[in-house]
C-alpha cells in the first residue's frame, strides 16, 4: 500500500499530529470524488466563484485546519461529510461562516486532545462518568453547524455568538422580528438533530440536506 492509500483515519491522526503529506494524501484519495460530486451538483454557484480559484480544495483545507478535529474510519463517509460541508460554503454568497470559523478558532479555541469519533459507536452505553465536557459539546455542536444551510448556522452565530437581538438578526434578513425568532428556534431543532446523528455515527443522516420548506411560512411575514 503506498502512503497515498493509507486509511482514511491513520491519515486524520497523522495530520493532527503535524504530518502535512498526511494532509496531501487525504486530497489525493478524496478530492476528486469530492470536487466532482461538487460541480454535479452545484456547477453553477462555481462558476460564479471561479476568481477565487479552487474553492473546493481550498474549503477543505480551511475546515481540516480551523474546523473541529475529528477521526473516522469511513472514507465514503468522509467523502459525504466533506461534500456537504463544501457546498455548504458554495451556498453561502458572502463567505460567512469561513470567516467566522477561523474567528472561533482563533478566539475560541477547542483543546488539541479533543477530537470526536465519527464512527458508529461499539455500544450505546451511557453513565454519568461518559457525560459529555462542555469543550467536547461545542466542538459537536461546531462540527454539526459545518452542516447547517447558511442562513441557519447565520442566525444562530448572530443569535449565540454575536449576541445580536432578533431584530438586529431580522433587519439583516429583512424580516420580522417575530419572524427571525422563530428562525432562530427552527434552526436550533435542526442542529440538534445533527447534533445527535453525528454523535451517533449517523454520517449520511447528519450531511443530508435540510428542507427549507418549513421557512416559506413565517416569511410570509417578513
Known amino acids: 500500500m503506498t502512503p497515498g492509500d493509507a486509511p482514511t483515519g491513520e491519515l486524520l491522526q497523522r495530520w493532527y499530529a503535524g504530518d502535512k503529506k498526511a494532509l496531501d494524501d487525504l486530497l489525493q484519495q478524496h478530492l476528486p470524488w469530492i470536487r466532482d460530486q461538487v460541480h454535479r451538483r452545484l456547477g453553477g454557484a462555481l462558476r460564479e466563484k471561479a476568481d477565487t480559484g479552487d474553492i473546493v480544495q481550498d474549503s477543505i483545507l480551511q475546515f481540516l485546519k480551523y474546523g473541529p478535529r475529528f477521526l473516522m474510519t469511513n472514507g465514503k463517509q468522509f467523502r459525504a461529510l466533506l461534500a456537504r460541508i463544501v457546498e455548504n460554503v458554495l451556498r453561502d454568497k458572502h463567505d460567512f461562516f469561513m470567516a467566522r470559523r477561523r474567528q472561533m478558532a482563533r478566539e475560541q479555541p477547542l483543546p488539541t486532545d479533543t477530537v470526536l469519533s465519527l464512527d458508529p459507536p461499539m455500544a450505546n452505553v451511557e453513565s454519568p462518568s461518559a457525560v459529555m465536557q462542555r469543550r ?87
Do not use: N
Open 136 to 222: 467536547e459539546e461545542e466542538a459537536w455542536i461546531r462540527m454539526a453547524l459545518e452542516l447547517l444551510a447558511p442562513e441557519d448556522r447565520m442566525i444562530i452565530i448572530k443569535r449565540d455568538w454575536d449576541r445580536s437581538s432578533f431584530k438586529e438578526v431580522g433587519d439583516e434578513l429583512h424580516i420580522t422580528e417575530a419572524a427571525a425568532q422563530m428562525r432562530y428556534h427552527r434552526a436550533l431543532v435542526r442542529l440538534t438533530v445533527k447534533v445527535g446523528a453525528l454523535r451517533r455515527g449517523q454520517i449520511d443522516r447528519a450531511a443530508e440536506e435540510d428542507r427549507d420548506g418549513a421557512d416559506e411560512a413565517d416569511g410570509a411575514s417578513s
